[in-house]
């Protein structure tokens, strides 16, 4: 590691990532898309470098150069209604330029649902105007509580076919033994991902949550290597280290409340909303977005692995949405939560108020909702959001105090 903190790695590990892309197909080998939480292991394993066009857009849209993809494309026909990081990708499938770094054409299209349908439609148009091969993932919604065996077999017979199509593609013989070693450090990726975000349960938290979202792009990008998997541990032990000493997430300043946020960041607008919050002292702790990354399972498990890419936040039914964010409230000591109604994502927002209302009628925990969008800087207002943060620490302290009656 050359005594590199893990932020100097994270920058260089997505830079090679990008770059590797762009080498791989100059040098004439294929280059995949995929959505953000699909089987990478088996792309990984046939060798095929994987960008995800979700991550390029939210970099995209970090960067605050959204707004003219958005407009290109919603120039060439494409709804204002859609999803905005298809907005984007779409627009840069044209204009294949961007200040947040390029990514080549891809050679193949990899479609997983688990996220939202949205994806299919978004994923199927690229390649009907890429003319390329589109392996699909068809992922189904657990109304259950639990995975259901007929869904775990469903899935699982869908990886087997992906085999098959992707030896079609590559013109190569599946690697089993290279799987179950990519399965491994996948798995532990996700792990120590996971165990380092755990850090935050600490007070005051070591973590700025904030930086939750900036790592997550390697947990996207780098989950079946073991350059991800080294830098999240590395993470870990950097955290583990300044919860040790008592450190806060902060230079300058004290956490005075710990707060959840719920949703997709506002990557245009991600400084204007952590600023607000350290104004008032809010650190945002956790999250039920970046969880979604923790997909574990055991080495050479197939039916493991197909349960694990059913089991992601957004593909899960209300109840389990509810207990879910009542554990993240008594594990990490939460004071509020935020959900932010994001106007591109449909699954997550059409019940976030009834979420939000059986969360707070079982902890007594005060919520605020604000609008925004993930990657489209117009549907966000500053004012608003402000205004909202401003009610929340209104409520959470007047909590603070009722509690502190209570005990008198």
């Excluded at 996948?186 to 996971?194: D, R, V």
């Excluded at 927002?349 to 605020?368: A, I, M």
Aim: aromatic letters at 12%.
């Amino acid at each position: 590691m050359d005594n590199k903190t893990s932020k100097q790695l994270l920058g260089e590990l997505l830079d090679r990532h990008y770059a590797g892309a762009m080498q791989a197909k100059q040098e004439g080998k294929l280059v995949a898309w995929a959505t953000s939480i699909s089987p990478q292991e088996l792309l990984t394993t046939m060798g095929i470098h994987t960008v995800y066009p979700e991550n390029h857009a939210a970099a995209i849209g970090a960067r605050k150069c959204a707004q003219e993809f958005i407009d290109y494309s919603e120039g060439h026909g494409y709804s204002s209604d859609i999803c905005s990081y298809a907005r984007v990708n779409l627009a840069y499938m044209d204009i294949l330029n961007s200040e947040a770094g390029n990514i080549p054409k891809p050679d193949l299209i990899v479609c997983c649902n688990n996220i939202c349908n949205t994806v299919i439609k978004w994923y199927e148009n690229i390649a009907k105007e890429l003319d390329i091969p589109m392996i699909l993932f068809d992922i189904p919604f657990n109304h259950e509580y639990e995975i259901s065996e007929q869904n775990t077999n469903y899935i699982k017979k869908q990886f087997l076919e992906a085999i098959l199509q992707l030896e079609q593609i590559t013109n190569q013989k599946f690697d089993y033994d290279k799987l179950t070693e990519v399965m491994k450090i996948s798995t532990e990726t996700s792990i120590w991902w996971k165990k380092a975000a755990l850090q935050a349960r600490a007070v005051p938290s070591p973590l700025n949550g904030f930086d939750l979202f900036n790592y997550m792009a390697t947990i996207v990008c780098a989950r079946g290597t073991k350059e991800g998997r080294d830098l999240f541990k590395l993470w870990y032990e950097e955290l583990g280290e300044k919860a040790k000493q008592g450190a806060g997430p902060w230079r300058e300043g004290q956490e005075l409340y710990r707060v959840m946020w719920d949703g997709i960041a506002c990557w245009p607008h991600l400084a204007d909303t952590y600023k607000v919050l350290k104004k008032y002292g809010i650190n945002m702790v956790t999250s039920t977005y970046p969880d979604s990354w923790y997909i574990v399972y055991d080495t050479d498990d197939l039916d493991g692995m197909a349960r694990a890419y059913s089991s992601n936040y957004v593909n899960r039914n209300l109840d389990f949405g509810v207990d879910n964010i009542t554990k993240l409230v008594e594990d990490y000591r939460l004071d509020g939560i935020i959900y932010h109604s994001n106007r591109s994502c449909k699954l997550m927002d059409f019940r976030q108020y009834e979420v939000q209302r059986r969360v707070e009628e079982r902890t007594g925990v005060p919520s605020v909702v604000f609008d925004g969008d993930q990657t489209d800087p117009r549907a966000f207002s500053l004012a608003q959001y402000e205004t909202r943060i401003q009610a929340l620490v209104e409520m959470m302290e007047a909590r603070k105090y009722r509690e502190a009656e209570d005990h008198e």
